[in-house]
T-cell receptor
Framework: DGGITQSPKYLFRKEGQNVTLSCEQNLNHDAMYWYRQDPGQGLRLIYYSQIVNDFQKGDIAEGYSVSREKKESFPLTVTSAQKNPTAFYLC??????????????FGQGTRLTVV | DAKTTQPNSMESNEEEPVHLPCNHSTISGTDYIHWYRQLPSQGPEYVIH???SNVNNRMASLAIAEDRKSSTLILHRATLRDAAVYYC????????????????FGKGTLLTVNP
């Protein structure tokens, strides 16, 4: 089945540690996105990538880093510089620039808790 | 960024129609109106999108005002599985003059469906 997979579903991290969240898609989509969601809030864009080996900062990129070495994969690293990393992280993909009226597909999310 | 306004919450009874309103008075001529919904602890799910004409699909209908400053998502017969947060989104440019698009999520409308 085609889809977008995030792992792990739950993640605990000690303060001061970096942690990497996985996002894989087999939809042959060019564009991939990372969003953060806090309780009772909407989603905020962290990073996005329109093509392999290229990515851009979103609205809240500070304290995060990404890579896009393969079309299928867009991992997100939450660094120790992120002051309030506890949140629900969502990865999404879409066809990309071929159409602005195309839908985005979301993973099931990773809930990160700093302990 | 293009903005939308939705009620914080709405309530419906099972098997009755639901009309979820959205105001987007600053919409530009080429912005598409997208609707997504999110169940608790899951990623958002695409529902429907449109530009000017009313749209129907297996999940819902989208009614767009003639001046495009508002739209209404219609669930024809609400079920308990339709209880979710519904987001009305204008697909807008990440960079002015560019061709990269993002979805900007507000807080959405929490729909409660009573048995």
């Amino acid at each position: 089945d085609g889809g977008i997979t995030q792992s792990p579903k739950y993640l605990f991290r000690k303060e001061g540690q970096n942690v990497t969240l996985s996002c894989e898609q087999n939809l042959n989509h060019d564009a991939m996105y990372w969003y953060r969601q806090d309780p009772g809030q909407g989603l905020r864009l962290i990073y996005y990538s329109q093509i392999v080996n290229d990515f851009q900062k979103g609205d809240i990129a500070e304290g995060y880093s990404v890579s896009r070495e393969k079309k299928e994969s867009f991992p997100l690293t939450v660094t120790s510089a992120q002051k309030n990393p506890t949140a629900f992280y969502l990865c999404a993909s879409s066809i990309g620039n071929r159409g602005r009226n195309t839908e985005a597909f979301f993973g099931q999310g990773t809930r990160l808790t700093v302990v | 960024d293009a903005k939308t306004t939705q009620p914080n919450s709405m309530e419906s009874n099972e098997e009755e129609p639901v009309h979820l309103p959205c105001n987007h008075s600053t919409i530009s001529g080429t912005d598409y109106i997208h609707w997504y919904r999110q169940l608790p602890s899951q990623g958002p799910e695409y529902v429907i999108h449109g530009l000017t004409s009313n749209v129907n699909n297996r999940m819902a209908s989208l009614a767009i005002a003639e001046d495009r400053k508002s739209s209404t998502l219609i669930l024809h017969r609400a079920t308990l599985r339709d209880a979710a947060v519904y987001y009305c989104i204008l697909r807008d440019l990440i960079k002015s003059g560019g061709s990269n698009y993002k979805l900007t999520f507000g807080k959405g409308t929490l729909l409660t469906v009573n048995p």
